[in-house]
C-alpha cells in the first residue's frame, strides 16, 4: 500500500519550507522510547539519562503516541518565519480537541475501526462501546488510568497534559539541543532550496530514496505506508517539506487535512553521518555483483518494489534458472535479501547498503593507510 502525491515536475511554487522546534522535541522522544532504531542518536539516549524520574515516567506514558506513530497536529504550517517553542505551544494549546482526541487514538487502533485509513478515519468510531472499551483497555496496559479517562471524556485535559509534560521536557533538556541543531536545520532548508532550483523538484527528492519513491515523468512521488491514499497538489495548496535531526533513519508523512500536506526528512548533515561505511572486502564483492548489466537491471526493478524470479524473469527477458543465478550473486554479496510470501520467494533492496556504496568507496579511495 501506498500514499503517492502528484504535483507538477515544475510545481516549485506548490513546495514550502518549515523546521519546528516542538516537533523536533516530539521526534527527538521517538528516539528515547524506539533507541535501537536510531544508532546516529545514541549519544542523546545516554545524555537524557540525567533527566528528573517524574518527567522519565511522564514521557513513558506518553510512548504509545511517539513510538510508531507521530501527532499529526505537530506539523509546522509554512507561514514563512520560524516560530519559537513558546509561540507554538500557544498555538498547539488552541488545537480542536476531537481531532486531538483522534491523533492520540491513532496509534492504538490499527486498523482502524470501519475500515477507514488514512484518508477515512471517522471520529465518531470513537463514541463507540466497544471502541471505547478497547481504548481504555489497551491505554491502561501502555500507559494509566487516567490517560485513558481523558482520552475518551476529556481531549483537552490530555492535550494539556502532553504539552506540560513537552514544556518541562524543553527545559530540562531541549532548549539547549535546539540551540544546537537549529543553524543545522536552516542550513538543511537553503541546500534543499538549491536543488529544487538546480534540479527541479524530483531531483531534491531523488536523495530521499529509498523511503521516497518518484517518477519525474509521471509527475508523482509515493511512500509505502499501511495505507493507500493518492493526493493531488493543487495549485492552491502547499507541500510542506521540513527537514529534521531527529527523524532519521525515517520520513514522516502527513496526507491528510486539516493538517498541512509535507514530508518531514533527515537533514542532510545526519543523513550523511549515518551512511554506513562498508569494509573495503565487502565493497569488493559488492562492486563486483554490480558489474553485470543483467543485474543491473534486475536490481533496479526490485528498488521499485520487491518482486519474485517469476515476476521479474520475462522483465530482464532471461530464464528463471538464469536469474536465479544472478539474484544469488547480489544476495550472497549483501545487496537484496529474500522473504517468503504464500508460494513466492521475494526480493528485496536492502537499501541501506546501497546508500553506503559511495561514501564507503569514497573513503576507500581517500585513506591514507597502505592497501595490503
Excluded at 463507540?128 to 478497547?134: F, G, N, Q
Excluded at 532550483?197 to 531523488?206: D, H, K, N, T
Aim: with cysteine; hydrophobic share 45%; aromatic share 8%.
Amino acid at each position: 500500500m501506498t500514499i503517492v502525491f502528484r504535483v507538477p515536475a515544475g510545481g516549485a511554487e506548490r513546495v514550502g519550507f518549515a523546521y519546528s522546534p516542538a516537533m523536533e522535541a516530539v521526534l527527538s522522544l521517538h528516539v528515547l522510547v524506539e533507541p535501537k532504531h536510531h544508532p546516529v542518536q545514541h549519544g542523546w539516549v545516554r545524555e537524557m539519562r540525567k533527566l528528573s524520574p517524574a518527567l522519565k515516567r511522564e514521557i513513558e506514558a506518553f510512548s504509545y503516541a511517539v513510538r510508531s506513530y507521530f501527532p499529526e497536529f505537530l506539523f509546522p504550517r509554512p507561514t514563512g518565519g520560524l516560530a519559537d517553542f513558546g509561540s507554538e505551544l500557544a498555538g498547539l494549546r488552541t488545537a480542536d480537541p476531537e481531532l486531538v482526541r483522534l491523533e492520540f487514538a491513532v496509534p492504538l487502533l490499527s486498523p482502524w475501526p470501519g475500515g477507514g485509513g488514512g484518508e477515512g478515519r471517522d471520529p465518531h468510531a470513537l463514541r463507540e462501546p466497544d471502541v471505547r472499551a478497547l481504548l481504555r483497555e489497551r491505554l491502561a496496559r501502555e500507559s494509566d488510568a487516567a490517560m485513558a479517562a481523558m482520552l475518551l471524556d476529556d481531549p483537552r485535559a490530555l492535550l494539556e497534559r502532553f504539552l506540560s509534560m513537552l514544556e518541562r521536557y524543553w527545559q530540562e533538556a531541549f532548549e539547549e539541543e535546539w540551540a544546537r541543531i537549529e543553524p543545522e536545520l536552516a542550513a538543511g532548508v537553503s541546500e534543499a532550496g538549491r536543488q529544487i532550483e538546480q534540479r527541479g523538484l524530483y531531483g531534491m527528492l531523488r536523495g530521499l530514496w529509498p523511503e521516497v519513491r518518484s517518477d519525474r515523468q509521471a509527475e508523482r512521488f509515493w511512500l509505502e505506508r499501511p495505507h493507500d491514499h493518492e493526493v493531488a497538489v493543487g495549485p492552491d495548496d502547499t507541500l510542506l517539506l521540513a527537514p529534521s535531526a531527529y527523524v532519521w533513519p525515517h520520513v514522516r508523512v502527513n496526507c491528510d487535512g486539516p493538517w498541512p500536506l509535507g514530508l518531514v526528512f533527515p537533514v542532510s548533515s545526519i543523513a550523511r553521518e549515518a551512511r554506513p561505511r562498508i569494509p573495503p572486502a565487502q565493497l569488493v564483492g559488492m562492486l563486483r555483483a554490480l558489474a553485470d548489466d543483467t543485474r543491473l537491471r534486475a536490481l533496479r526493478l526490485i528498488a521499485e518494489r520487491p518482486r519474485s524470479t517469476q515476476e521479474l524473469a520475462p522483465l530482464v527477458g532471461i530464464s528463471e534458472a538464469a536469474l536465479s543465478k544472478h539474484l544469488r550473486v547480489l544476495t550472497e554479496a549483501g545487496l537484496l535479501e529474500r522473504r517468503r510470501e504464500g508460494y513466492y520467494v521475494l526480493y528485496r533492496l536492502l537499501p541501506g547498503q546501497v546508500a553506503g556504496l559511495a561514501p564507503s568507496l569514497e573513503s576507500f579511495l581517500q585513506a591514507t593507510d597502505p592497501i595490503d
